[in-house]
């Protein structure tokens, strides 16, 4: 999920980190567009990852995506 104001991904991280995932708010970049990025879990492999993002695909019906 991403959005400008950092209140909305804060909401998010503080849902989802309720659930258990390890979720945190990515601040833009200086000179980025300001877009405030919720980033989940830092996974050991591909599979795991794409694991979990089905699983919150389904609970919470975001659309993430793998990165890395």
Same mark, same amino acid.
Do not use: H, M, S
């Given at each position: =999920?991403?959005?400008?104001? /950092?209140?909305?991904? %804060?909401?998010? *991280?503080? &849902? $989802?980190?309720?659930?258990? +995932?390890? =979720?945190?708010?990515?601040? /833009?970049?200086?000179? %980025?567009?300001p *877009?405030? &990025? $919720?980033?989940?879990?830092? +996974?050991?492999?591909?599979?795991?990852?794409?694991?979990?993002? %089905?699983?919150?695909?389904?609970?919470?019906?975001?659309?993430?995506?793998?990165?890395?």
């Amino acid at each position: =999920a991403a959005a400008t104001l /950092p209140i909305l991904p %804060a909401r998010i *991280v503080t &849902r $989802v980190a309720g659930k258990g +995932y390890p =979720a945190y708010v990515v601040a /833009p970049t200086k000179g %980025a567009p300001p *877009v405030f &990025r $919720v980033r989940i879990g830092k +996974y050991k492999d591909r599979r795991e990852a794409d694991t979990v993002a %089905a699983k919150l695909q389904k609970e919470e019906q975001f659309k993430p995506w793998v990165v890395r």
